[in-house]
T-cell receptor, first 113, second 111 residues
């Protein structure tokens, strides 16, 4: 059972570089999410997608863009990385319902120097 | 500011003691969930509470959803070192797929 797969697991970027974080789920879930987690903190929502073809901003969307490529895949792009974007990024998915469990990937540890 | 505030932010207690973690908001949620996160891993669901006033028990863990659906608590009885971790509450507003997480409580149980 693959569940939610994120790539890459680790990445170091220089300030101003761009990159795309990939996320794919094989559970036929409707909703997908991108969060960032700073050391010792909770998760902050960057963007989410309630269904294929729709995306919405979360709490901290500035500096990021997303694409819901199809039902399985939801990518997060940093167009011009900044040191403030150093964080661990988690992708999650769940069935479209307010009460269902969210399943998470293993995370991407991003460092911007 | 985050929609869901947890307290305390850090808690370190001796094995065998009891503890309570709180999750508070000014908004009304359709449900609240509690997750636990281990280092290097994503959060894993512990429980979902749906009805105002609902109490759910999971072995030594007791979860309660406030009557007004704005808050929740997690009570651990006779804490064990295996309970160590980051505890996160999460919720979605009615009719919205946006899943918001709380600020987190880092729990350390000392043997």
């Amino acid at each position: 059972n693959a569940g939610v797969t994120q790539t890459p697991k680790f990445q170091v970027l220089k300030t101003g570089q761009s990159m795309t974080l990939q996320c794919a789920q094989d559970m036929n879930h409707n909703s997908m999410y991108w969060y960032r987690q700073d050391p010792g903190m909770g998760l902050r929502l960057i963007y989410y997608s309630a269904s294929e073809g729709t995306t919405d901003k979360g709490e901290v969307p500035n500096g990021y863009n997303v694409s819901r490529l199809n039902k399985r895949e939801f990518s997060l792009r940093l167009e011009s990385a900044a040191p403030s974007q150093t964080s661990v990024y988690f992708c999650a998915s769940r069935l479209r319902s307010m009460n269902t469990e969210a399943f998470f990937g293993q995370g991407t540890r991003l460092t911007v120097v | 500011t985050q929609l869901l505030e947890q307290s305390p932010q850090f808690l370190s207690i001796q094995e065998g003691e009891n503890l309570t973690v709180y999750c508070n908001s000014s908004s009304v949620f359709s449900s609240l969930q509690w997750y636990r996160q281990e280092p290097g891993e994503g959060p894993v669901l512990l429980v979902t509470v749906v009805t105002g006033g609902e109490v759910k028990k999971l072995k030594r863990l007791t979860f309660q959803f406030g009557d007004a659906r704005k808050d929740s608590s997690l009570h651990i009885t006779a804490a064990q070192p295996g309970d160590t971790g980051l505890y996160l509450c999460a919720g979605a507003l009615f009719g919205n797929e946006k899943l918001t997480f709380g600020t987190g409580t880092r729990l350390t149980i000392i043997p």
